[in-house]
């Protein structure tokens, strides 16, 4: 089910050192139907390229194992883009970027991998560019997908792409949070650029190692995510294969992404100034500092005890608190933190696939938010908790009921119905980025 790695998936140095590890978890991405259903398991250990000067090592953490991605991405898992406001607005706005700066024409095919649900193909223009997604999720969903898209459900290659869109270029292609899925991304960056225009674009978002450090991110860590990038790393892997990194942008999307724009050398595309701006970043943050992560691992072992005191102590008290949003990153957490059905009643979600399912590794019985409400909660606790504006805005009521909401990080936070009326989302409650 699982392998130990014995070499950096990137520069295949073997000296890799164990940074943090949140234990033995069942696979976090995956929501049985009953509680006692056996579950595939492992550890979930973060490691990093190591080495005595810069030429022989890379510096990238990563996974110290490797799952079975029929296991990850099989008929269980459940995420959907389309489900969460912010997201759709988030990618709404990313691709109009994108099909500003590649300057489309009618007839282009553009190609999003790891497509989910459709949603970023569906901002594409209506008749002007042929739309194609690739994604092993995608037979169960296609039903989201516009009508005008190729769908492929499958995992990437060069070749099943070229299967379906013959010996087209590509102008777009997009690999939004999948990048950090891959045991071979050097092989990946090699067929994007052969699929890729001479004058095309590769876009690329996902969870910024920086961010994850500076903001106790430590969901972010599951079975799915094998690698936990900063620029340095991307770019190697698109120099090698003849790309140059030409913009990056820094964001708050999942607790804090990274969004990167690349282009064949040759390209006219000019390069951005953020790009070295970003890299020196990294090298003030301490990226390449063994004490940097020893203090991230003290943070996350300091919150575990946090969290669970507060739940002892809430239950004591005769609250009852319930889970807000049943997804990969808070099971990661629930896990981590041994919390079960005498901790949190049940999990409130959106998502109707997931209705009556039960987390992984911890047995807590996912309902309705409709459900969930019923049931009178004194507290939600919140996963997603990096949708924190929306989600205050969005709760406004059962906040002005007395309810509360306790947002697990960047810090752990109770707040009330004056978080409705205060400044939400302001500077001081959003993660650091650097």
């Known amino acids: 089910m699982y392998r130990t790695v014995q070499r950096c998936r990137i520069c295949g140095n073997p000296n890799l050192i164990s940074l943090l590890s949140l234990g033995e978890q069942a ?97 594409f223009p209506e008749g002007k560019v042929l739309p194609v997604g690739i994604d092993p999720t995608a037979r169960k969903w296609r039903r989201f997908y516009r009508r005008d898209a190729l769908v492929v459900p499958d995992l990437f290659s060069a070749a099943r792409v070229r299967s379906v869109i013959g010996e087209k270029r590509l102008r777009i292609i997009t690999s939004l949070a999948m990048f950090y899925d891959l045991e071979d991304p050097q092989s990946f960056v090699n067929q994007v650029t052969e699929l890729l225009a001479d004058d095309g674009i590769w876009h690329l978002e996902q969870s910024y190692v920086s961010a994850m450090l500076s903001v106790n991110a430590y969901d972010t860590i599951c079975h799915e995510h094998v690698e936990y990038y900063a620029l340095r790393q991307v770019n190697m892997l698109a120099e090698r294969a003849g790309l140059k990194l030409i913009d990056v942008e820094l964001n708050e999307v999942n607790g804090g992404s990274f969004a990167v724009t690349a282009a064949k050398k040759s390209s006219p595309y000019r390069v951005s100034a953020a790009v070295a701006q970003v890299q020196k970043a990294e090298d003030d943050f301490g990226l390449n500092e063994p004490a940097t992560y020893a203090r991230f691992g003290n943070s996350v072992w300091e919150h575990r005890r946090e969290l669970k005191a507060l739940l002892a102590e809430l239950r004591a008290a005769g609250k009852k608190v319930i889970g807000y949003g049943a997804s990969t990153k808070g099971n990661v957490i629930l896990q981590f933190c041994n919390f079960g059905p005498e901790d949190l009643e049940c999990i409130a979600e959106v998502n109707e696939e997931k209705f009556g399912k039960f987390t992984p590794g911890t047995g807590i019985p996912i309902v309705s938010e409709l459900e969930a409400k019923a049931r009178k909660p004194d507290y939600l606790l919140v996963f997603p908790w990096h949708f924190r504006k929306n989600l205050v805005e969005r709760e406004a009521a059962f906040l002005a009921g007395g309810g509360r909401m306790i947002f697990p990080l960047p810090k752990i936070e109770v707040i009330g119905a004056e978080a409705v009326r205060g400044p939400t989302g302001s500077k001081e409650n959003a993660p650091q980025l650097i």
């Open 27 to 123: 696979l976090t991405g995956i929501f049985p139907s009953e509680p006692e259903t056996p579950l595939a398991r492992g550890p979930l250990e973060l490691v990093r390229c190591t080495g005595s000067g810069d030429s022989d090592h890379c510096g990238l953490v990563q996974l110290g194992h490797s799952y079975d991605s029929a296991e990850l991405y099989g008929d269980n898992y459940g995420y959907r883009s389309s489900l969460n406001r912010s997201m759709v607005e988030h990618l709404r706005g990313k691709v109009a970027k994108l099909v500003a700066l590649a300057s489309l024409r009618d007839g282009d095919t553009v190609l999003d991998i790891g497509s989910n649900d459709g949603t970023t193909l569906s901002f």
